[in-house]
Every structure is written in C-alpha cells, then in structure tokens.
C-alpha cells in the first residue's frame, strides 16, 4: 500500500494531539491532558501542518478554531486510534479456550516421537480446543513458509546443521547424544576405523541425503558404508537384531524404542547435537507463537531433567 510521502511523518502522538486540539482547543490543555510539554505539543501541530498542507487549526481568542479541512479529517483520525487500539487488544493476550485454533510446524521424527505425545497430553488434559499440524521437515528450514505465516514454528537439529537465515529467531531446546547400535552379542565398536569399516543402517526421519554423521565425517577426512535407507527410526533398529550392520541413534529415542536383542555403546569421536526451535522475526512477539513456543520449551525443559 503506498503512503503520500507527507503521511510518512506523521506518528501516532501527533494524531493523537490532533484529535485533543479539536475537543481542548487550548494547547495547555492539550500538553496537560497527554502529560507532554508544551513544546510537544506544538512540534506535533507543526508536523501535522506541514503534511497536511494545511494550518488545521487557527488561533482565536476563545480557543483553536478548525479548518475545514480538520474538520473532515477528525472522524477518520479518531478511526485510526481506535483500530489502533483495537489492534493491541487483540496482540496484547491469547486465550486457547476462546476459539478452536490450528497450529502448523514442521519438525523431524525426533520431535514427533519425543515431544509432540507429551505436548498433545498437556493441550487435551487442559481442555484446549488446538490442534497441532506436523509437516515433515525437508532438507532446510522452510524460511518462506515462516516468514509469510504459514507455519508458525519449525523445528530442526543444531549446532549448524542448516543453514542460517537471518530472518530468523532460534532456541535450542535441549541437548542429545547419539549411540552406535549394535545386535546384541556382535563385535563391538571401539574406534573410528571399526566404525567406517561396517555397513550401516541410514534412518531418514527428516528428507535428507546426508545427516549429521555424514558431515561431521566429511569433515574427518572419513565416510561410512550404507546397507539400507529406512523411513523411521522403528524400521531402522528392526534391522539390527541378527545382523552385523550398525545404526546410529540419539541416545534419547534410543530410550523410547530400545529393543533387548540390540546393545549399545558410545563412539567418544561421535558429537552431540540439540532440537532447535525456528520462528520468523515478524511473529517474535505475536501473542499466539510465543505461547506455543512456552508449551513447547516447557516439554522440553521435562525432558531434560529424566
């Protein structure tokens, strides 16, 4: 929408000050009224002056007598302020019992599997009328989805796993291992070597070719054999019993999904990573986004501590 280049000065305290001369007609009254100095005040007629192209007001013995064109203007003023205020009332508080609403994010398996369930539990048992739509994560964090407010949160690992966008606010939520999963009885994995010399299970819980492990042994000069490629973590670890392959899993899904005919131990060379939390700048402090981020860091901060 394009804005008279005039109407780029004007601020809401001017139009406020505006709509105070009409009723006051004394600029004292008017600097005492808003608790402004006296100089505040006519700065304020003065830049409403000079965009307008019209004096607005004209001073007389009994008062500030308006222009025509004050007149005309004064309704549509008083409009603004009260769109203006109703706009706060609406972003200064969100009710989750007022109307049924649906939020979308878009998140790995590792969030589905340990977050979304206690998050959903927390929603019924308080008797929320929300809904909770999980779309897939992709190989980046979907920016334009974010930005244009068709989804309102993302979820992703870190540190760095995708690329940074400056649009962006990011929260790490909580922190996680991962474990070198193994068929119970099987030799076990004590070094690097051992680890890049068996065949593996890729699980793919975000669409990705490459995950964390990957990179980081790019970055050692090193990679890894793949056997097989799954959907999930489930499917993943099934392959494991009676079999030589390997599967990497986070040592907190491992807990959830753990079978007995697997066994685990810790690679020291392997990193850890965090669930992080992505929303658009321009929603940082819309009442509805920060109150899901609050049940969701609040899941998080639960699962912490066990």
Known sequence: MLLANGLRKIDIQDLLVFLEIYERQHLGDV????????????????????????????????????????????????????????????????????????????????????????????????????????????????????????????????????????????????KDDLLCVRAAGSEAVNDLDAFCARRQVFPTPWDSERNMIDGWLQQQGRSRQIAARTNNYLAALQLIPASELLLVLPARVHALLGDARTTTSPLPDLPSFSLEMLWAQPFDQDPANIWLRERILSVCAEQSLL
């Open 31 to 174: 600097a005492e009224a808003l608790n402004l100095s006296a100089s505040s005040v006519s700065y304020s007629l003065k830049k409403l002056r000079g965009a307008l192209d019209d004096e607005l007001f004209i001073a007389t013995r009994s008062g500030m007598r308006p222009t025509r064109k004050a007149m005309a203007m004064r309704p549509h003023a008083r409009s603004m302020i009260e769109l203006m205020n109703a706009c706060f009332s609406e972003a200064s508080a969100f009710d989750p019992c007022q109307a049924p609403r649906t939020f979308r994010l878009c998140a790995p398996e590792y969030f589905e599997l340990l977050i979304l369930p206690p998050l959903l539990r927390r929603l019924s048992e308080a008797g929320y009328p929300i809904s909770l739509e999980v779309q897939r994560l992709g190989r980046e964090i979907p920016v334009d989805a974010l930005v244009q407010g068709e989804l309102d949160l993302a979820l992703g690992f870190g540190p760095h796993q995708h690329r940074a966008h400056p649009g962006l606010v990011s929260l790490a939520l909580l």
